[in-house]
């Protein structure tokens, strides 16, 4: 880069304005980056343009629909609001991301780290081998696991049984809780390692003149601690924020969304309409919602965190 | 020099992903010389597959230079509906034959899935074998025949004698009714507490067995349907359908039905005929005529079946004419619309559905034979004792409609059975969800209120 503007500076161009030189100046600095452009928009902008315009047809997997799809327009987002389910699915994602990643990945992440902090070698070792092979572990293995785990002759009930406790079918009678649960056993690994590095960050200095100073514990934490690793806070709720709104294995091998629609979670709807019941366009819509409800929890972070500002 | 070094990197990468794209395009099924087969195996149906060996390699013997490429899709019957769907939705990945349920045809052929077999069926002399309402089964909406039917079933009560005689009731029994369906159920609760009084599939997870095997086996036996055939029309706001979905009520809210648990498996059409009816756990099945194929051989043999299960006919809501109902599919066989090579694809079709292998094939997989000179072999009739019964329920059978909106619909059936089951809907309000839904799916001038 340096080679470049030395290079710039030096010549001089009587022809042109400083203006329209800086511009092609910063068109020649950008150009490494196009390759990367070209590949964002072909692999990551081409597919959502596209399934934008997938969710306005009435494309199907199979039936004359398959062959050509129409151009339906907006119908299928007037089919979409206008349906209960679809608003309980909204709901149920809502819950889903809230109680378990912005609520239980976080704060259980949080905890672990700073009792890691303080913790011994040989302890910390155990406890974040644990928590960390839940996370190592690939998703459908987690899912099965989790799932012989809620079954009602599952090891839940049988440690139950132990205690003499009569378990439930809690797939059945508790799908939510259960899948909520799963994901926050098998995400707070991730927190945990986020916040573990952000907390070493913190220089150890400032925190102990705040106590010199009679600041508490909790003062320390809430006035040092947390605001100097507001960038990290902000990042790992937005990482895993985005991560749970696109937990599929796990709930469609843990309940496939039932009973009835009861854990059918927006990108469980979308599956089920899209490749269960062959209705691509509408699926398509369904997941183009579940993108803007992903936009909007960034957007909230965003806003509320501000990252960038020191 | 740094940054030449990182835009060649960057070039090289953009380059190497878009060879890599381009690339993909030729391999896929191309070679003419080559005829990939796609169809179902799974634990408990695994004759197909034994059919398609054997087949395989006959043609291949007689054709040398050709090779059949067997791609068995290990799924239940929901997801392989989904998968061949996907399959087919490129021609490098379409299947040249395809394993298709009848209802799938009429959809798939609109879809443009399929090929037309009019001009190669003239050519076969077999053809005449198959009877007319056989044939019927391979029809598009453009009358054109898409797929040679491999067999026909129909569907009935199976129960399990041993229980009934501890249950105190009668081992040859035959209901008239849905509350003498009840009663037995409720007698075996009452006496034999350990085993699931009855089974009628009745959730989403278990797909076209709910609709047919379940839901259908009521409702036909109703004084309604869910089409009128002579209109054209779908039929909303039926009380046979209400009263169908409170008679899956009453066997869930009584305890006469699996848990919710099993209720909502996946494999339950699996298990019911692999586990829960060979090791005596459940009393009353509503199943199809190809159960037993799995009893007489492979991993779930269980040579006892002839003397401990009972057969009957499932009964109409409150004994109306014809006393008896039944429903009817069956599966075919297709020809991709891509086919390299379709001729070499429908003789490898004539030559798996010859008597021979349609013999086979009809015996080991309990079919009701398609072809008319297998169905009136003397060795076909004694090989499963079966047969006779469920044969005899031909007479009072129903198909399901023939139009391509019949798959989006039957998951609509699907979706008010499990939402009446889990206790999420009442059986009105089940039925009226689904009048809106048949409604969206078909428009409003393509139903009729029920009257």
């Not at chain 2, 199809?288 to 009957?312: F, I, K, L, Q, Y």
Request: charged fraction near 15%; charge should be negative; glycine fraction near 8%.
């Amino acid at each position: 880069m340096t080679s470049l503007a030395l290079d710039g500076r030096g010549r001089r161009d009587p022809g042109r304005s400083p203006g329209s030189r800086r511009v092609a100046q910063a068109l020649l600095r950008s150009s490494p980056l196009l390759p990367a452009v070209v590949l964002l928009v072909l692999f990551l902008a081409g597919p959502i343009v596209y399934s934008l315009y997938g969710s306005l047809t009435n494309a199907s997997l199979t039936g004359p629909r398959a062959a050509d799809p129409e151009f339906i327009g907006l119908q299928n987002y007037e089919q979409l609001f206008a349906n209960p389910q679809f608003w309980k699915s909204v709901v149920l994602t809502l819950v889903f991301v809230i109680a378990s990643a912005l609520i239980g990945q976080n704060l259980l992440g949080m905890g672990l780290a700073l009792l890691m902090k303080t913790a011994h070698g040989p302890v910390r070792a155990v406890v974040s081998t644990i928590v960390v092979v839940s996370w190592v572990l690939p998703e459908i293995v987690a899912a099965f696991a989790l799932y012989a785990f809620f079954a009602s002759d599952g090891t839940l009930n049988i440690m139950l049984g132990w205690l003499g406790i009569e378990g439930q079918a809690w797939l059945v009678v508790t799908p939510m809780l259960a899948v909520i649960v799963a994901n926050v056993w098998r995400g707070t690994a991730f927190s945990m390692m986020v916040y573990s590095a952000a907390l070493a960050e913190v220089p150890p200095e400032i925190s102990e003149a705040a106590e010199i100073d009679g600041a508490s514990g909790w003062q320390r934490f809430t006035r040092i601690t947390l605001p100097m690793i507001r960038r990290s806070i902000s990042t790992n709720l937005m990482l895993t924020t985005l991560q749970t709104l696109g937990v599929f294995t796990l709930i469609w091998v843990m309940t496939a969304g039932g009973p009835g629609v009861e854990s059918s979670t927006l990108p469980v709807l979308a599956y089920q309409e899209a490749f269960k019941f062959a209705q691509v366009g509408y699926g398509t819509a369904i997941a183009t919602v579940t993108l803007v409800l992903g936009g909007l929890f960034a957007i909230v972070y965003i806003k509320a965190l501000k990252p960038e500002v020191d | 020099m740094r940054q030449t070094a990182q835009l060649v990197t960057a070039t090289t990468a953009l380059a190497l992903v878009l060879t890599a794209c381009s690339g993909s395009g030729d391999e896929g099924s191309g070679d003419a010389s080559t005829i990939t087969v796609a169809y179902q195996k799974t634990d408990s149906f695994f004759q197909l597959h034994d059919l398609l060996v054997k087949s395989k390699a006959e043609f291949e013997e007689a054709n040398p230079g050709m090779t059949i490429e067997l791609e068995p899709i290990a799924s239940q019957e929901t997801d392989y509906f989904t998968k061949l769907a996907l399959m087919n939705g490129s021609p490098d990945t379409a299947p040249d034959i395809i394993y298709e349920d009848t209802f799938q045809v009429r959809p798939d052929a609109a879809a443009g899935y399929l090929l037309p077999m009019d001009e190669y069926l003239a050519e076969w002399e077999d053809w005449d074998q198959f009877p007319e309402g056989i044939r019927e089964a391979g029809k598009g909406d453009d009358g054109s025949i898409y797929g040679v039917s491999m067999g026909t079933d129909t569907r009935g009560v199976y129960y399990n004698k041993e229980i009934f005689e501890q249950a105190g009731l009668p081992t040859d029994w035959q209901p008239e009714n849905w509350d003498d369906l009840l009663d037995a159920a409720r007698t075996v609760k009452a006496n034999v507490p350990d085993v699931i009084p009855m089974n009628v599939y009745s959730s989403k997870a278990q797909g076209e067995a709910t609709s047919m095997q379940g839901f259908e086996m009521l409702l036909y036996g109703t004084d309604d349907t869910l089409y009128d055939a002579e209109q054209g029309k779908w039929i909303v706001g039926s009380q046979g359908f209400e009263d169908s979905l409170s008679f899956l009520k009453t066997l869930q809210d009584e305890d006469l039905a699996p848990n919710l648990e099993d209720a909502l498996d996946t494999n339950l059409p699996n298990r019911v005929s692999g586990e829960l009816l060979p090791q005596g756990r459940l009393a009353i099945a509503i199943d199809g005529s190809w159960v037993p194929g799995g009893w007489m051989a492979g991993d779930n043999a269980w040579p006892e079946w002839e003397e401990v299960m009972g057969m009957a006919a499932m009964p109409t809501q409150n004994g109306q004419a014809p006393g008896s109902t039944s429903m009817s599919g069956g599966w075919l066989l297709s020809i991709g619309a891509n086919a390299p090579d379709p001729q070499a694809a429908f003789d490898f079709i004539a030559l798996t559905l010859n008597e021979e292998n349609s013999f086979k094939f009809a015996t080991e997989n309990s079919q009701i034979a398609a072809r008319d000179d297998v169905a009136s072999n003397p060795d076909y009739v004694a090989f499963n004792p079966s047969f006779e019964f469920f044969s005899s329920l031909v007479p009072n059978t129903n198909f399901r409609p023939a139009t391509p909106d019949y798959a989006q619909i039957s998951n609509n059936i699907q979706v008010a059975a499990e939402s009446v089951i889990t206790g999420q809907a009442t059986p009105e309000q089940a039925a009226a969800t689904y009048d809106e839904a048949v409604t969206r799916v078909v428009g409003d001038d393509m139903v009729t209120e029920a009257g």
